[in-house]
Each structure stands twice: as structure tokens, then as C-alpha cells.
T-cell receptor, first 117, second 110 residues
Framework: GAVVSQHPSWVICKSGTSVKIECRSL??????MFWYRQFPKQSLMLMAT?????????EQGVEKDKFLINHASLTLSTLTVTSAHPEDSSFYIC?????????????FGPGTRLTVL | GEDVEQSLFLSVREGDSSVINCTYT??????LYWYKQEPGAGLQLLTY?????DMKQDQRLTVLLNKKDKHLSLRIADTQTGDSAIYFC??????????FGAGTRLTVKP
């Protein structure tokens, strides 16, 4: 159990377009999902915490109007990179905490590589 | 199911060595990582090892990789209270996929 999927796994888009990345918990319900961003060989940077049915909490320095997060159900959170630019190219990873567990427990998705041309 | 497994909890006394273990099922990974997460913070990359290496040492940290048994371990020497955190192991692939374990909570008692 405890599988988290992301879609797409790899996306290339033109500068100025918007890209939506989905994060799904496949066999459990997740009240909390996290979105991370990773640059090559660097740490994962927490971007935001997404709670089902409420607005996401963004980390300092992360533009909420640029990285739109929607956690519409207990199994799905989406991250939309709006008006993407080459500097948004990165590896985006989500994680999910099963309902009823504290956020010590996180199950990670496989990541989505975004390349903006 | 999970491809990367870790025990959920480890408790040690200050000054002792800590060994956090991780097993994985896919031998095609390129890198194996150890991340540390402190409360309320994102994951911090501690160290990584290429899949063709057996050992890597970095100050108090020693990573051992047994490819035959698909076993990865992180040893922290002279563990301090500041080392209390959750430690995640992860596999990394050439296509940039990653697979994480569920994390081991290390508690260091004075």
C-alpha cells in the first residue's frame, strides 16, 4: 500500500504556457499533501503544504500566484505552474500523509521533471 | 507497494552511534540518497552514493551500500541531540525518477 503517483512524469513546454502536475494517492486518503522542488544534486525545497478543502500554505519566497495548488479531494492535489519560464525548469515532487496520521509519515511520488523552453 | 523500506523509529543515547537501515528492491537505480527532515522543514540532502560504490564517508556520516542484498545504511557517529529528525532514504534513476522510503524517526536521548 501507500502508493503516490504523479502525472506527467516528464513535460516540456514553451515559455509563457501553464503546466498542471497531478499528485494522487492511489490506495489511501490524504488530508495533507506537500509539494517540493528539487534542483540537480540539491535538497528538496518545500514549496507548499496542501490541505484538502482549504487553501495551501506557501513557504516564504514561493509565489502563490505562480504556483497554484488545488487539493480538491482526499486523493488528488494539483500544482499548476502558470506562465512558465525557463527558470521554473526543475524536478517537482509531491508527498502525501495518510488520513489520521501525523505529518511525520509521508509517502512520496516519483516526481515530475518540467523543462521550459 | 513500496519499493524502499525503512524501520519507522530508532532511539539512541547521546554520544552513541546511530545506524539507520534501508532496503530497496530495484537494482537499476543510479544513486542512493539520504535526506534529513527537521520539524516543519523540507527535506535536506545529507549525502548520496553512486550505485557502483560500497562506502562513502563524510565527517560523522558513513554510508554503506550492499548491492547484493540491496541494503543501504547511514551511520551517524557520536550522535547529538541536534541529529534528532526523520531520515529518508531514496533511490534515484537516470531518468530522474526517485523512490523514497517512509522515513525513520531518530530520537536522541541525553
Amino acid at each position: 500500500g501507500a502508493v503516490v503517483s504523479q502525472h506527467p512524469s516528464w513535460v516540456i513546454c514553451k515559455s509563457g504556457t501553464s503546466v498542471k502536475i497531478e499528485c494522487r494517492s492511489l490506495d489511501f486518503q490524504a488530508t495533507t499533501m506537500f509539494w517540493y522542488r528539487q534542483f540537480p544534486k540539491q535538497s528538496l525545497m518545500l514549496m507548499a503544504t496542501s490541505n484538502e478543502g482549504s487553501k495551501a500554505t506557501y513557504e516564504q519566497g514561493v509565489e502563490k500566484d505562480k504556483f497554484l495548488i488545488n487539493h480538491a479531494s482526499l486523493t488528488l492535489s494539483t500544482l499548476t505552474v502558470t506562465s512558465a519560464h525557463p527558470e521554473d525548469s526543475s524536478f517537482y515532487i509531491c508527498s502525501a500523509t495518510p488520513q489520521g496520521r501525523n505529518t511525520d509519515t509521508q509517502y512520496f511520488g516519483p516526481g515530475t521533471r518540467l523543462t521550459v523552453l | 507497494g513500496e519499493d524502499v523500506e525503512q524501520s519507522l523509529f530508532l532511539s539512541v543515547r547521546e554520544g552513541d552511534s546511530s545506524v539507520i537501515n534501508c532496503t530497496y528492491t530495484d537494482s537499476s537505480s543510479t544513486y542512493l540518497y539520504w535526506y534529513k527532515q527537521e520539524p516543519g522543514a523540507g527535506l535536506q540532502l545529507l549525502t548520496y552514493i553512486f550505485s557502483n560504490m560500497d562506502m562513502k564517508q563524510d565527517q560523522r556520516l558513513t554510508v554503506l551500500l550492499n548491492k547484493k542484498d540491496k541494503h543501504l545504511s547511514l551511520r551517524i557517529a557520536d550522535t547529538q541531540t541536534g541529529d534528532s529528525a526523520i531520515y529518508f532514504c531514496a533511490e534515484g534513476y537516470n531518468n530522474n525518477d526517485m523512490r523514497f522510503g517512509a522515513g525513520t524517526r531518530l530520537t536522541v536521548k541525553p
